[in-house]
């Protein structure tokens, strides 16, 4: 479990609580409780400042393994931590990477000298620049910025009374505290109630394409009539007639299914490629899911079958008169 105040984004960071706002007799105070009942104290800090003429901020992260082992990086120098520790490289947020046009090796300015690009790192959902450093270095770059949040590390079980322990002992309000572990399994609620609606909207599609689907093949069965009778005619059943129909109709919805699949792909590579990075500044990475794409063939022929059903068994219920009158009409 950590506890921290900053804006850390990893999925892997998790059971996480933020200690917010204080004071720096309060924060050292809290440090030096806080020291052997915590595995990691992890200051986090920053402040604002122009990355590339553009407003950003700056964060001063610890050498610490929450961060070399669970930080997304898109890209990153082999070294890329302890040339961080080391105060000779900076970490910059995909946003900045690419409105900046930086890549791996590029000279980031910052205030009071400059220092090379080592890593890149994904950072959904935040629209500005972001920049990170050791927190040696930020501290000699920004000394009068005071140390006030916070990252613990701890085991899930302590969290509850260290927390109620830190509220009654520093007089911390609820606005001090915050659960990001909960946040987390709240996130994770809301995006599966999502894929639910999701779910619910695409069978609904696929309800109203077969709805779609019935209406025309009701339309065609009629329209149909004169080229099935010479079918009849010649031997065949009107049984094996409607069976050849429903495997016809479920073959076309098959090949509708393959041939909307490469089409799909390519606009889901669009969005997220292009449209996305032009709009948001970073790019959502593009994952395939093959045994979803059995279950549309799936549906699809179940679709097509089933929209089917109606105008086959008509065809089998047609009275053999009314397929003899298309040769009547016909003369």
Known sequence: ?????????????????????????????????????????????????????????????????????NWPLLAAHPQVWDLIAAGKGALIN?????????????????????????????????????AMIGLAEFTNRFPKVPMLRFALRLPPSEV????GDLRDRFSLDDSALVDQAGIKAFSLQVFERTFTVTGAL????????????LSSLLTLAALRLPQLAPVWAMGLTQRQLAG?????????????????????LALAWV???????EAFGWRLPMQVFPRDW????????????????????????????NLLKVFANAR
Not at 271 to 277: C, I, P
């Open 1 to 69: 479990m950590t506890v921290s105040s900053a804006p850390v984004r990893p999925a892997g960071l998790k059971d996480r609580r933020r200690l917010a706002k204080s004071t720096p007799a309060k924060a050292a105070a809290l440090q030096a409780y806080l020291a052997g009942k915590v595995t990691a104290i992890l200051p986090i800090v920053s402040t604002e400042a122009d990355l590339v003429n553009q407003p950003g901020e700056i964060f001063g992260v610890a050498d610490h393994a929450t961060y070399r082992d």
């Open 94 to 130: 995909e946003q900045l990477a690419r409105r900046a046009d930086l890549e791996l090796g590029a000279t980031l300015t910052l205030p009071r000298g400059s220092l090379p690009v080592v890593g890149v790192y994904s950072d959904y959902g935040n629209p500005s620049p972001q």
């Open 160 to 163: 509850a009374p260290l927390a």
């Open 202 to 213: 695409n069978t609904l599609t696929l309800a109203v394409a077969g709805v779609a689907m």
């Open 244 to 264: 050849l129909d429903l495997a016809r109709t479920m073959v076309l919805a098959l090949m509708t299914a393959v041939a909307a699949l490469p089409l799909g």
């Open 271 to 277: 969005l997220l490629a292009v449209v996305n990075v």
């Open 294 to 321: 059995l279950a549309l063939f799936l549906a699809a022929g179940a679709a097509g079958g089933l929209a089917a059903v109606i105008p086959a068994i008509r065809l089998i219920r047609q009275k053999p008169a």
